[in-house]
């Protein structure tokens, strides 16, 4: 399978901090692949550098066999990398549906924010944005579509999270790095969030989701990285990883393996 993401030898130095630490790997089209370690092991830094977010101190990052290693970050987003954080970032004040049409706002060259400054030439193009984003939420989320004229800001938790995922797909990219999406969400919302990014794969998306909940990890990815000390120790299916030893030392715990068994 061709690989859309290739990562070789990567690092991150902070001082005399070593955050990641020579790590290769490839990313399959359209495949989902999870980023699992401990806290402090390097899985936020990773995806940092992957897009543009932070210069890498060694190494490369291949994109669809192009080099993005010290690009701007918006940059690395027009040609199909898109991604979400650990902490929410939403337009609180606007919409479900303007949140999602701001998020293409860089794709489409500024021209919702022209649009909301009453720009004549650009009103005309307002709806257009507004039926291209409805029928991106209605691709992922049909909670959301129920929401469209909702204020971001009043959305319960897991909503809040699942917009930033819509808002993120609205660059169209074709590699998508989700950061711990699943923070703070119930087992049935969990579910539901299997079931969106399950979904996004089979429409041709490449998923990389970096996550704590097992739950998501196993529910969805096809194969696990696994980092400690910013080193990579593992990369394999979740079944298989989750029964190394060093994996079990490292991250999940005896009783996580004991339980599995």
Known sequence: MTSILSVR?????????????DVSFDVPAGSIVGIIGPNGSGKTTLINMI???????????????????GRKSFEIARIGIARTFQNIRLFDELSVLE???????????????????????ELRREADA??????????????????????????????????????????????LLLDEPAAGMSPDEIRTLVREIKGLAVGGLTVILVEHKMRLIEGVTDS????DHGKKIADAPFDQVRRQ?????????????????
């Open 9 to 21: 030898n990567l690092a991150k130095h902070f001082d005399g901090l070593v955050a990641v630490d």
């Open 51 to 69: 897009t543009g977010v932070y210069v890498p101190s060694a190494g490369d990052i291949l994109f669809d066999g192009q080099s993005v290693a």
């Open 99 to 121: 949140n999602v049409m701001v998020g293409a706002d860089a794709a489409r060259g500024g021209a919702y924010f022209s649009a909301l400054l009453g720009l004549g030439a």
């Open 130 to 175: 507004a039926r291209d984003a409805m029928a991106l939420l209605a691709a992922f989320s049909d909670d959301l579509v129920r929401r469209a004229d909702v204020q971001a800001g009043t959305l319960p938790y897991a909503d809040k999270r699942r917009l930033e995922i819509a808002r993120a797909l609205a660059l169209r990219p074709r590699l």
């Open 224 to 227: 696990v990285i696994v980092l």
């Open 245 to 261: 030893k060093n994996v079990i030392e490292a991250y999940l715990g005896r009783s996580y393996a004991d339980a599995q068994s």
